[in-house]
């Protein structure tokens, strides 16, 4: 009797959940094993394995519920992935680069997962970056429940979901890891934390990497956290542990991190050899430990297989890898012309005439500064769409809303979020630690579950912190997925200088480092007008839009315009000619535009030249047809901007004009820009860095005279 009880049971498992357990362990090892075949025999380009992590992964994958809970993984999760539901087939189409992979299509390397319906959201090379898009996730939950126009409105969501994210050992080095648990921590979000610690990031061990070389040690004071730790190579331990945490999470306690250690018998990946730098008899006594010979004997031990039985097993497993390889082997590789799909939405086009509404408006009423444009703009987008969520350092009127009756409110360094808050409350308009990359990380995560977040950072000069979310994150995220997911995000950031007193650090430009990533709109508006219909085209827009917004031009009187009707829509890619002209072209942007008009109105009185001024509005995309049509109308051309000379965005318009238009030239392209230095404290060394009005008067002379 006792020996029919260990058939069908073992510690609340039933003997064919125990086999199935084995099974997924098995089948993740034996496609790291095919495919480092696969990339022996060149028919394969990369593999990095999950091997000595099974146990652990697989005991996760039965504590969550894949299509309800999300997953943030990360690159050693292949048995979580399987047990999720992923198939042999999809991780193999996945090595070979197949079409029809859906994990990216074809666009990401091997174990880099992602796949929709089961909810496991695309994952990027850069350690780390995942832990704040979880958090983001998990904020998302949290807001739906507090939005109450989202109440009940919101397609899969659940009041006990878990948002699971995976690192290893070595990301619990970098900083978003901490930003995460900060976040997660203050707002008690349902994040899973699992840290899969096999003693090595690729060749540094844990006690370089980590203070007393243990994690747990250092993350125990963070408030409401359930840590727990575990041996990842035992499959029991390793669930029971994880059920506790999971619990945990669902019961809104707060977030759960579990210290899991693991092995990793097998080299960081097939670009690394861990013999240079691991002694055998560490190597070994991995391998003694490792969780599928383990868990095999437990099954034999524990009378619940045979050893036949068990051979059977994998020989089952062997036949479907080696079916499933030759299924992706012979599937189609992605058409070469398909390369630039999905740099941005298929589906809402914001150059497009549904987003121009400019022809024929005749604002009217009270004029209002760049700044009062912009922060009405927020206010009807906020009221017309309530997934959109205000964020960012001081953006909130206060935090500490029993206080808002009693107090003005900050809303924002330049007020231009001002009563937001206020009006839609802070479930909507909150402010966030002060770290950039925190913001835009946990603004990914929000977008990909269905808000519209509109994010503030304070300055652009700080942005530094957020690039890597930007450029490896926000603006990837469509296209190495394939469109299986989107994150559009808007970036609010003042910038610029003409400040007198804003030094290095209050008044850089920079725009190119940005107009130079795919996938992400650009817009530099000059007018009040035109910031307040270009933010509402960012906001309605399908993909991440950074929204320059110059510090000197917020309250400017000659940039005042009344406030438009609601719905003012302006297309992205749509210049503006803001003065006729017929002897030369300025092509400008920002604050440049009004001293390019200030130098025009100088060169017509003084010396009667017709000067025509060219107001971009947004770089990326940017009006290629209305540069070539005022190029081909008055034959020469000035580029200015306040972004330094070299390497600025006037050297791409000058490039292109000389490549494309160098026939209607009747001189060179002439650029007007800042100093290839920073900008200075003492006015007068600013003033002689960033481009004048005496700076474009000159050119004009100088161009006109060629």
């Known amino acids: 009797m006792a020996t029919e009880l260990k058939e069908r ?46 146990a652990v992964l697989v005991a996760a994958g039965l504590t969550l519920k894949p299509g309800y809970d999300w997953f943030y993984p990360y ?76 109440k009940d409105k919101v397609e899969n969501f659940h009041a006990d ?107 960081h990946s097939l670009s690394d050899d861990e013999r240079l730098y691991r002694p055998d008899e560490e190597r070994t006594t991995d391998a003694e430990r490792d969780p599928i010979k383990r868990f095999g004997a437990l099954l034999v031990e524990e009378g619940l297989v ?86 960012g350092e001081d953006v909130a009127d206060v935090s500490r809303e029993q206080h808002l009756e009693h107090v003005k409110g900050k809303g924002g360094v330049f007020k231009v979020t001002a009563n937001l808050q206020r009006k839609f409350g802070g479930a909507r308009v909150f402010n966030s630690p002060l770290a950039e990359a925190n913001i835009v990380g946990r603004a990914v995560g929000m977008a990909t579950r269905g808000l519209k977040p509109v994010v503030e950072i304070q300055f652009f000069d700080y942005i530094w912190p957020a690039y890597h979310q930007i450029r490896n994150e926000l603006a990837l995220m469509r296209w190495r997925s394939g469109n299986e997911w989107k994150c559009p995000v808007v970036i609010r950031c003042p910038v610029g200088g003409y400040l007198k007193g804003g030094a290095v650090y209050h008044s850089q430009s920079g725009d190119t480092l940005f107009t130079h990533i795919p996938g992400l709109r650009v817009v530099y508006p000059a007018t009040a007008l035109d910031a307040n219909g270009l933010l509402r085209t960012a906001i309605r827009c399908d993909d991440p839009v950074l929204f320059l917004e110059h510090k000197h031009l917020y309250r400017q009187a000659y940039n005042k315009s009344p406030y438009p009707a609601e719905g003012f829509l302006i297309p992205f890619g749509k210049a503006k000619t803001v003065r006729q002209g017929t002897d030369l072209s300025i092509i400008t942007y920002g604050a440049l535009v009004q001293r390019s008009l200030v130098a025009a109105k100088q060169a017509a009185e003084q010396q009667g030249i017709n000067v025509e001024v060219i107001d971009l509005r947004t770089l990326a995309p940017y009006d290629w047809e209305a540069i070539a049509r005022t190029v081909r109308k008055t034959n020469k051309v000035i580029v200015a901007h306040e972004d330094t000379r070299t390497h600025g965005f006037g050297a791409e318009v000058a490039a292109r004009i000389a490549d494309e238009l160098f026939e209607h030239l009747d001189a060179p392209v002439r650029r007007v820009a800042a100093l290839d230095t920073f900008v200075a404290y003492a006015p007068q060394v600013e003033d002689h860095i960033l481009p004048q009005v005496e700076d474009v008067a000159r050119a004009i002379t100088e161009l006109y005279a060629y």
Not at 230 to 241: A, F, K, Q, R, V
Not at 370 to 381: K, S, V
């Open 9 to 54: 049971e073992y510690r609340g498992l039933s003997r064919e959940q125990m086999v199935g357990i084995y099974r997924t362990m098995y089948l993740s090892r034996r496609i790291d094993d095919r495919e480092i075949q696969l990339k022996a025999q060149s028919k394969i380009f990369f593999q990095i394995s999950g091997a000595g992590h099974e």
């Open 75 to 150: 690159y050693r999760d292949r048995a979580l992935c399987l047990q999720l539901g992923m198939t042999p087939r999809e991780q193999l189409l996945s090595a070979v680069g197949a079409q029809s992979d859906p994990n990216s299509h074809g666009r990401q390397m091997p174990s880099h997962w992602g796949h929709k319906r089961l909810n496991i959201v695309s994952q990027s090379s850069p350690t780390g970056t995942q832990c704040l898009q979880a958090v983001g996730c998990a904020e998302a939950g949290y807001r739906f429940q507090l939005i109450a126009e989202l």
């Open 161 to 267: 979901e878990v948002i699971y994210v995976s690192l290893g050992d070595g990301t619990t080095s970098e900083g978003e890891f901490w930003e995460a648990l900060n976040t997660a921590c203050n707002l008690k979000l349902p994040v899973l934390f699992l840290v899969e610690d096999n003693g090595y990031a690729i060749s540094v061990p844990v006690e370089v990497q980590t203070a007393g070389g243990d994690i747990s040690r250092l993350v125990s004071g963070f408030p409401d956290l359930l840590l727990q730790k575990c041996d990842g190579t035992d499959l029991i331990e390793s669930l029971e542990t994880l059920r506790r945490a999971v619990d945990y999470c669902r019961a809104r306690k707060g977030p759960a991190l579990v210290h899991a250690k693991v092995i990793r018998p097998y080299s």
């Open 306 to 391: 045979t050893q036949e039985e068990l051979q059977r097993i994998k020989d089952e497993v062997d036949a479907e890898v080696s079916a499933a390889t030759d299924e992706a082997l012979a599937s189609p590789q992605p058409d070469p012309q398909t390369a630039t799909d999905f740099v941005y939405s298929p589906d809402v086009d914001p150059t497009a005439k549904e987003f121009d509404t400019e022809e024929g408006v005749v604002p009217a009423g009270k004029e209002g500064t760049m700044a009062d444009l912009i922060n009405r703009c927020l206010h009807e987008e906020m009221a017309r769409d309530a997934r959109i969520v205000v964020f």
